[in-house]
């Protein structure tokens, strides 16, 4: 009978669409259970035991004898009952257009397209909408309050994660051929020297990739040539067996990567994901772009803005720098000073007229205006990737699994915290039906 957090709403697992004939009514109604200052009546009883043997019926389960079902389903009716009388304190509420997108989840989950075709079959079973309405809302409201007072108590380590992973046998099915060259550091190194250190192996990670040699001939030169570099084929190894510092770094590399300098107690390391073997491959599409965005606003009308971008488009077909240009005009803010670089990115992350444009783009090319509801883009493709998550996803879906695992337990345990401190009279076995 316990709902779970984070589960879909119970309504849409558990209205059978059989017929629901409610409960007749009481010529005498009477208090069943006093929760704080309300009252939970022998009507409400009635009506929600009713809906939950017809909810049993629909699914082929016997129910259980009807006291015991009785305590069941008014326990549960007071843990309600708290929680929505923290929701009204805590003005938690539940918006016109939140509960229209639940209520489609829920007649979709029912086999329905649409809520007017739901809501007709309820019509013609006697049940009314608008009663299922507010049940919804009701729902949504107490899982609101256990998310903010249950899912902020609860947290998942990467530790766990690994544990999970090697429990499983996870460790074994991934294996990684690396490379690495290693920018090392004195102890006690001064924050100059740290900076001296970072810039020399981003020099060093653009001068390899800039060579067409592979990594380990540009690394044995360079360590020849450097005292201060070292490094060389760390062979084949199972994600449980990499350097602490790459683990993390490694598993969501693509063959013949070259990492962003990694820091350690030792120095700055520049990895090399030679090849990978065993497991199942997750690859995505990436998209490494830099943009120019000219937005309307009260001093630039959208045809100005507009023309503004194709005079930029313009030079920048004239040979005109990229760089400066962005720096100059564009109004995204966040990518201005870097020159408009977005990043290696999904398309599916962007607006659909910008990830319709990265989609066709040719690699190199400058793009005609792109309108958005931003304003006008200037596009530019660095580069195209395919992006192995493989490790990746698997660690989120297992961090996701512990996380509710964790937030059910929780959840339980703080359900019983309220239902302690919150003053309720059982009066179901004083009398009554």
Do not use: C
């Not at 294996?175 to 900076?195: G, K």
């Amino acid at each position: 009978m316990r709902k779970t957090l984070l589960a879909p709403l119970g309504l849409a697992a558990v209205i059978g669409l059989s017929p629901l004939a409610h409960a007749a009514a009481q010529p005498l109604d009477r208090i069943v259970a006093v929760v704080n200052q309300d009252a939970i009546m022998q009507s409400d009883l009635n009506r929600r035991l009713q809906e939950v043997r017809e909810q049993l019926d629909s699914r082929g389960v016997t129910p259980p004898p009807m006291e015991t079902l009785k305590r069941e389903v008014l326990d549960r009716m007071i843990l309600e009952d708290i929680q929505l009388q923290m929701a009204k304190r805590a003005n938690v509420s539940v918006d016109d257009d939140q509960l229209s997108q639940s209520l489609r989840q829920v007649a979709k989950s029912n086999g329905f397209e649409s809520v007017q075709a739901f809501q007709a079959a309820l019509g013609k079973q006697g049940v009314s909408f608008d009663s299922v309405r507010e049940q919804v809302r009701r729902e949504m409201i107490i899982s609101q309050v256990q998310r903010q007072k249950v899912a902020g108590r609860v947290s998942v380590s990467d530790r766990e994660v690994e544990q999970y992973l090697d429990h499983l046998g996870a460790a074994d099915k991934a294996q990684y051929h690396l490379a690495h060259i290693l920018v090392s550091l004195p102890d006690n190194a001064s924050e100059a020297q740290v900076a001296k250190a970072r810039a020399q192996a981003e020099k060093l990670r653009a001068r390899i990739k800039a060579s067409g040699k592979s990594f380990e001939e540009m690394a044995g030169q360079l360590a020849q040539q450097n005292p201060s570099l070292s490094g060389g084929d760390l062979g084949w190894r199972p994600r449980n067996e990499l350097p602490t510092i790459f683990a993390d770094v490694v598993p969501a590399m693509s063959k013949g990567e070259i990492s962003e300098p990694i820091r350690s107690a030792s120095g700055f390391h520049l990895v090399e994901l030679v090849d990978k073997k065993g497991g199942q491959q997750k690859l995505i599409s990436q998209v490494k772009a830099r943009h120019i965005l000219i937005s309307p606003n009260p001093n630039r009308s959208d045809a100005k803005a507009r023309a503004l971008a194709e005079r930029i488009y313009n030079e920048l077909n004239q040979g005109a720098d990229f760089d400066a240009l962005a720096k100059q005009y564009s109004d995204d803010k966040g990518t201005a000073l870097n020159g408009g670089e977005l990043g290696w990115s999904e398309p599916s992350e962007m607006v659909p007229a910008f990830a319709k444009a990265l989609e066709s783009l040719p690699q190199g090319q400058i793009s005609e205006p792109v309108k958005s509801r931003f304003g006008y883009h200037v596009i530019e493709v660095e580069g195209r990737r395919q992006r192995d998550v493989t490790e990746q996803a698997q660690r989120e879906q297992i961090r996701q699994k512990l996380f509710t695992r964790k937030v059910n337990e929780e959840l339980e345990s703080w359900q019983q915290e309220i239902r302690a401190s919150a003053y309720v009279d059982n009066r179901l076995n004083d009398g009554g039906s």
